[in-house]
């Protein structure tokens, strides 16, 4: 699932780049993607890496995020979705991802 969601990541790249911002998904388990848009092009790794904002999600809920089947406000007020960092770009984030 992890690769899935970094190809998925991968193909909105471009639109990523607004953020200008480095983001952290923690998705458990030792399990790290790291989006890196202050690099061009953008960079999106599995891994550990300096970051402005972490985002703890599990995969499945950052996949219902990707495909839009689920609201980021929401998950965040229910708690499926915990933000270390600026809550800013992690609200930026959730606006991209959207589109």
Known sequence: MVETILQEMRA???TLR??????????????????DARSTPVA?????????CTIRISPENLQKLINGKLNPMLAFTMGK??????????MKLAQLLDE
Do not use: M, P, W, Y
């Open 12 to 14: 909105r790249a471009t």
């Open 18 to 35: 607004s953020l200008n911002a480095a983001v952290q998904f923690d998705l458990g388990e030792g399990r790290l993607i790291h989006v």
């Open 44 to 52: 999106i790794t599995q891994g550990d890496g300096d970051a402005d």
């Open 81 to 90: 979705l915990k933000v270390d960092g600026s809550k800013g770009i992690a």
